[in-house]
């Protein structure tokens, strides 16, 4: 079985460029979620899908930062200007219907991003 | 507040011996907790997990102990080896099925 696909695997930026991230999750995986990890700190949720739907989002700097996921499917995480303190590792992951224990919580590889 | 919490950034332990991280929660309504591995670069890895409905789990070289009254947890790791060095993190899953997770705690094996 393939696990969550994330592209790219490292992005270098100056501050004010944008970038996109890429999420492909499990395959029936109805619920996907975007965290961002500081180095040496744990997963920060940014927003999580059930399908197409967007459930929280309320981490979401929303004047820089935007997610979507229109088919239910793949996911692609944006941020519009980036800043310094952007600079994380982002992660995606992906659940199964009813999944609600860390044992059905897959993660991709992270993308990390640097901003100069 | 943070919901849960490792207290200890980082911990040293020798070769051979037993490694002990900790965990503190607040939320009483936690069903489910969790340790993950994580190298650098590198996503979290599930190492380990219990129900609030046990209090130790054991696998391998890995135990978990969970104490309710305390809200607390931690993992043993015996026989420590020195690519048991890492961050781990802990976690807990909350009534929405939220992974809510501690800051990390970098371990250090030292040959």
């Known amino acids: 079985e393939a696990g969550v696909t994330q592209s790219p695997r490292y992005a270098v930026l100056q501050e004010g460029q944008a970038v996109s991230f890429w999420c492909d999750p499990i395959?029936?995986?109805?619920?996907l979620y975007w965290y961002q990890q500081p180095r040496d700190q744990g997963p920060q949720l940014l927003v999580y899908f059930r399908d197409e739907a967007v459930i929280d989002n309320s981490q979401l700097p929303s004047d820089r930062f935007s997610a979507v996921r229109p088919k239910g499917t793949n996911s692609t995480l944006k941020i519009q200007s980036a800043k310094q303190g952007d600079t994380a590792t982002y992660l995606c992951?992906?659940?199964?219907?009813?999944?609600?224990?860390?044992?059905?919580?897959?993660f991709g590889s992270g993308t990390r991003l640097t901003v100069l | 507040g943070q919901q849960v919490k490792q207290s200890s950034p980082s911990l040293t332990v020798q070769e051979g011996g037993i490694s002990i991280l900790n965990c503190d929660y607040e939320n009483d309504m936690f069903d489910y907790f969790a340790w993950y591995k994580k190298y650098p670069d590198n996503s979290p890895t599930l190492l380990i997990s219990v129900r609030s409905n046990v209090d130790k789990r054991e696998d391998g070289r890995l135990t978990v102990f969970l104490n309710k009254s305390g809200k607390h947890f931690s993992l043993h790791i015996t026989a420590s080896q020195p690519e048991d060095t890492a961050v781990y993190l802990c976690?807990?899953?909350?009534?929405?099925?939220?992974?809510?997770w501690g800051s990390g705690t970098k371990l250090i094996i030292k040959p």
């Open positions: 992951a992906s659940s199964p219907p009813q999944g609600g224990s860390a044992e059905t919580l897959y």
């Open positions: 976690a807990a899953v909350d009534s929405n099925y939220q992974l809510i």
């Open positions: 395959s029936g995986h109805d619920t």
